[in-house]
């Protein structure tokens, strides 16, 4: 059964490209590494929320919004691409970032200022309590709010990663390529949630493992099943069921979220000077550094091919500019 799918505004690059990861492999041994390049979906810098907003803007759109809100951490990608998209159709953006301000705005804080956002700053506050705040005020200006959540991560914005399945399954037939697992770095949930529901509505047969970057495994894996379901149900896929297909690992949390450790320089370090490809400090170097660290372990065997889902986030390597050589 196909989705129902919604209105899309379609200003990603797609599809991205996967490239083979020879060097990377060779240098780990075990099983043959590929890469599916969502850092280059092409919207101010790219990343996986692209995908997402080209269903979030259709929606705004549809509604006759003419203002995007939505929140995040300072280095947040998915405020970078928000702001983005609104300048890319001449609406209004407020992002509300976690904490104060910082002495020094670089990466995607400063892309957020050059792609026209107006930053707001929670400092202890609870998020929901400024966002609150910033929409009176957007609708007091006299202006049509729209409300994205944290991520993107909502039936809506899941979809963008639906339909990144169906066009992987497209790729893989004809690269002949049979993928063991796919791996992604796995926040709020909507990336992993989108893959798992396009799974099985394109019949992808292997697996699928997000890395926790930030929460609990079973806090992760409650709201990417809880996500999957109703995005299921949003696109009109009758029966559908997560089993276990939601798989989650939470052994690299690290330090926690935003504190890049020597896993995670090791894996930046290692997929840079052996393959000339970019990760992120705080999702898909910390990703990779566990799936390096799961080959190391003799987690997976030498003929199983792995895809490594890029899922973006390279702005912020300059805000760790300090940590990373
Ligand atoms: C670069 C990058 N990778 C992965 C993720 C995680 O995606 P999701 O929040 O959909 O789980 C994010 C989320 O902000 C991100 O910016």
């Known amino acids: 059964m196909k989705p129902k799918l919604p209105n899309r505004e379609p200003f990603a690059h ?29 919207l101010a810098l790219g990343g996986n929320k692209t995908r997402k907003l080209e269903y979030l803007t259709a929606d705004a759109l549809a509604q006759k919004c003419d203002h995007l809100i939505t929140t995040g951490a300072p280095q947040s990608n998915h405020c970078r691409q928000t702001a983005a998209a609104a300048a890319h159709f001449g609406l209004g953006c407020s992002l509300v970032l976690r904490g104060e301000a910082p002495a020094n705005f670089t990466g995607n804080l400063l892309l957020d200022q050059l792609l026209g956002a107006r930053l707001y700053w929670t400092g202890d506050r609870p998020e929901f309590e400024v966002i609150n705040e910033v929409t009176s005020q957007v609708r007091n200006m ?36 049979n993928f063991d ?27 699928i493992l997000g890395i926790s970057v930030d929460h609990k495994g079973e806090v992760l894996k409650t709201r990417v ?37 020597d896993a995670e320089r090791e894996a930046i370090q ?56």
């Not at 770095?185 to 989108?194: I, R």
């Not at 379901?229 to 979220?257: K, M, P, R």
């Not at 899922?311 to 390597?317: F, K, M, N, V, Y």
């Open 181 to 207: 697992f796919i791996i992604i770095a796995s926040s709020s949930g909507g990336t992993q949630a989108g893959l798992v529901v396009g799974a099985k509505a394109y019949s992808y047969q292997g697996r």
């Open 14 to 42: 797609l599809p991205t490209r996967i490239e083979r990861l020879s060097r990377l492999s060779q240098h780990l041994g075990g099983p043959k590494l590929f890469i599916k390049r969502d850092d280059q979906t092409g």
């Open 142 to 177: 006299g202006h049509k709010p729209y409300i994205i959540p944290l991520g993107g991560s909502n039936v809506i914005g899941a979809t963008g990663y639906v339909v990144a399945m169906e066009e992987a399954m497209v790729q893989f037939n004809n690269m002949d390529l």
């Open 270 to 325: 290692l997929v840079s000077r052996l393959e000339g490809i970019l990760l992120d400090p705080v999702y898909t170097g910390r990703a990779m550094a566990g799936l390096i660290d799961l080959i190391r372990h003799g987690k997976f065997s030498e003929g199983q091919q792995i895809l490594f889902w890029h899922t973006g986030g390279t702005p912020a390597l300059f805000a760790y500019a300090d940590e990373l050589i």
């Open 225 to 261: 099943e809880a996500l999957s379901l109703a995005t299921a149900s949003y696109l009109g896929l009758e029966g559908f069921s997560i089993e276990d297909i939601v798989e989650v690992n939470d052994d690299y949390l690290g330090e926690g979220y935003g504190i890049m450790g």
